[in-house]
C-alpha cells in the first residue's frame, strides 16, 4: 500500500519584506482548524525569524540537523522539530547566520523524505534568492507560492522570474498579489500587473487585510488565523479558500 505523503507548499518571493513570514503562520493557523497537522521549515537560512515569532528556543535548528546528517550522527528527526501547539511544529533557521552558509542544497533531499510522510502540510518559508537551496526546494515542493505588492521593482522581478520559470518549464507556481502588506500602496491597477509581469495572478489579498496593529500579535507570539478578532474578519473566507485550493 503506497504511503500517504503532505503537501509541501514553499512561499517566497522576489523581493524581502513583502509578509512572507505572517502569511506563513496564518496559512498554518487555517491548517491547523482544519486539524491539520502543519510543519514549518524556516529555509530563510540567514535571517529566519519563525522561532522569535513563536517565541519558543529551540533546542537544535537546519544547522544542527545538516551537521548531524553529513556526520552520520542522526537518529530521530522529532529531536530537531519544536513544537508550536497541538497542531504546528516547525524546523528553525540557524540560530547564528554565520552557519547558514555552511548548510549545502545536497541535504535537502533527506530532509525532505524524514518529514514528508509525517504531516499533512509541510510549508517552507524562503529568503528571495534564486540559490541552488531554493532551486532544490522548488523542486521537491507541490505548490510555490510567489507573494508580490503593489511596487514596481517587484512587479519588474516578478516578470524576469516568470521568464526564468518558462525557460526551466516549471509550471507548479501561483502568484498572489498581497495588498495587506502596505495599505497605501496601489499603484498599478490589476489589468496593469498583468501586462508588466505577462502572466495571471492567482490570488488578491486585498488591503482589507491589512492590520494595523500586527506588531501586537508577534510581541504576544500569537499566530493570525488563530486570534478570535481576525476569525471575525469580513474576508476571511478568501484566505481559507487559498488554503484549500493549495492542498487539493
Excluded: W
Amino acid at each position: 500500500m503506497a504511503v500517504k505523503k503532505g503537501k509541501m507548499i514553499t512561499v517566497t518571493s522576489v523581493k524581502g519584506g513583502v509578509g512572507k513570514t505572517t502569511f506563513i503562520l496564518t496559512l498554518a493557523g487555517i491548517y491547523a482548524r482544519k486539524n491539520k497537522k502543519v510543519l514549518i521549515i524556516d529555509m530563510d537560512l540567514f535571517s529566519g525569524d519563525i522561532e522569535a515569532i513563536l517565541n519558543k528556543d529551540s533546542k537544535k535548528d537546519l544547522y544542527t540537523l545538516f551537521e548531524d546528517i553529513t556526520n552520520n550522527n542522526f537518529s530521530n528527526i522529532d529531536s530537531y522539530i519544536t513544537q508550536a501547539n497541538e497542531f504546528i511544529d516547525f524546523l528553525a533557521a540557524p540560530k547564528d547566520p554565520r552557519y547558514a552558509s555552511r548548510i549545502t542544497s545536497k541535504f535537502l533531499n533527506s530532509l525532505f523524505s524524514k518529514v514528508i510522510t509525517r504531516y499533512d502540510v509541510i510549508l517552507v518559508d524562503t529568503n528571495h534568492v534564486l540559490n541552488e537551496i531554493n532551486l532544490v526546494t522548488f523542486d521537491n515542493s507541490n505548490q510555490i507560492l510567489y507573494l508580490i505588492n503593489n511596487n514596481s521593482m517587484n512587479l519588474k522581478n516578478m516578470r524576469t522570474m516568470i521568464s526564468i520559470f518558462s525557460d526551466m518549464q516549471l509550471k507548479n507556481y501561483k502568484i498572489i498579489l498581497y495588498d495587506a502588506c502596505d495599505k497605501n500602496k496601489a499603484v498599478f491597477k490589476k489589468f496593469d500587473i498583468r501586462n508588466i509581469i505577462k502572466d495571471n495572478i492567482d490570488y488578491v489579498i486585498s488591503n482589507d487585510f491589512y492590520i494595523k496593529d500586527i506588531d501586537k500579535y508577534i510581541i504576544n507570539s500569537q499566530i493570525l488565523d488563530l486570534s478570535n478578532k481576525f476569525l471575525k474578519h469580513k474576508n476571511i473566507k478568501v484566505l481559507e479558500q487559498i488554503a484549500d485550493d493549495l492542498i487539493k
